[in-house]
């Protein structure tokens, strides 16, 4: 490239400098052929751009976009060096006259995907946020925890949004995007909200291990405290939403030690069953003056005792 671009002090002879002209002329039309390839990619895939698994819809069909432009802008930037006879030509002219409307167009498609994230931001982070901490699962007694997934696509947009932003310009002038404030507002508390989902996810799971575990001759001997877990979910069900930061510690730390004081009983109410089955089991299978379950081999005459049953070996 260097060679072609600026002939390294070897333009002293005709034949040479004709040669270089035709080098760099050849880099226009790479350039030209590149950016009809870049036309094309971005008119069949700018209504589904490349996904990547991680990103959120808006931000990934920005960086999306943001790779086109670079594609386009930076060999650019080396192109203008190029000498005055080959960038005159109507190859050339058409060639940058193409990359100038192509930059444009990826500029316009950027704003508009953004512009059209950030109408949404305000309804989003208001509306969801006053949806009650937990809900039950249609058709049954089990819980889920209610944080909208909106709201987490919401936050993970401006997590990549500001890294958008730290990695340099978006577009060749356009300094970094503008986050409206009530996104911002809603990522300042992000570690919060994240720390209250984990937390309420750890009641619920062992609320419902409760739930699918629990036995029907269990029940009555647990039932109050059922009763009362359930008083306190109701909170958490109907009164509080995500706004209320200065109440959600306080239910989550009544819940869970109320939830896992019941869990602690019925597990340990669960192995002592077990326990004892065990022990039965060892108790018949060393039995053998007395079997409870007499093997083949066993021919057992009951006898009108009260105090003893003979059983003799065949």
Same mark, same amino acid.
């Given at each position: 490239?260097?060679?072609? *671009? ?8 005709? %034949?040479? !400098? ?13 350039? %030209? ?14 209504? =589904? &751009? ?36 080959? +960038? ?61 997934? !909106? ?6 947009? *401006? =997590? ?8 340099? &310009? ?13 996104? +911002? $507002? ?17 009641? *619920? ?10 036995? &029907? ?38 819940? $869970? !030690? ?6 602690? @009983? ?7 069953? +077990? ?12 039995? =053998?003056? +007395? &079997? ?16 003893? *049953?003979?059983? @003799?070996?065949?």
């Amino acid at each position: 490239y260097q060679r072609r *671009v600026h002939g390294e002090g070897i333009l002293e002879r005709s %034949a040479i !400098h004709e040669e270089w002209i035709k080098m760099q002329a050849d880099l226009i039309r790479t350039y %030209a052929a590149d950016l009809l390839l870049v036309q094309e990619i971005f008119t069949e895939y700018k209504d =589904n &751009p490349a996904m990547y698994s991680s990103m959120p819809p808006t931000a990934c069909a920005m960086l999306w976009c943001k790779g086109l432009i670079e594609r386009i802008s930076e060999p650019l930037t080396r192109l203008t060096g190029l000498h005055r006879q080959v +960038l005159e030509t109507q190859e050339a002219k058409q060639a940058m006259l193409l990359s100038d409307k192509l930059l444009q167009v990826l500029q316009e498609y950027q704003q508009t995907k953004y512009a059209a994230w950030a109408a949404q931001v305000g309804n989003i982070s208001v509306d969801k946020l006053k949806q009650n901490l937990l809900r039950r699962e249609d058709g049954t007694r089990l819980l889920l925890v209610n944080f909208d997934p !909106h709201l987490v696509r919401l936050l993970r947009e *401006v =997590n990549y949004i500001e890294k958008l932003n730290s990695s340099g &310009p978006v577009a060749a002038g356009d300094g970094n995007w503008v986050i409206p404030q009530q996104a +911002l $507002n809603l990522n300042k508390n992000s570690e919060m909200f994240r720390t209250y989902i984990l937390a309420l996810e750890l009641i *619920v799971g062992t609320y419902n291990g409760i739930i699918d575990t629990l036995l &029907p001759v269990e029940q009555p001997m647990v039932s109050q405290e059922l009763d009362k877990i359930n008083q306190e979910l109701e909170v958490g069900l109907k009164l509080l939403d995500w706004n209320a930061h200065d109440k959600i510690t306080e239910f989550i730390a009544s819940t $869970n !030690h109320s939830v896992t004081a019941l869990d602690t @009983v019925l597990k340990t109410l669960k192995n002592s069953i +077990l326990d004892i089955q065990d022990s039965l089991k060892q108790f018949t299978d060393a039995d =053998n003056f +007395l &079997p409870l379950r007499p093997k083949a081999s066993f021919v057992c005459l009951y006898t009108w005792t009260p105090t003893h *049953v003979l059983c @003799v070996d065949t």
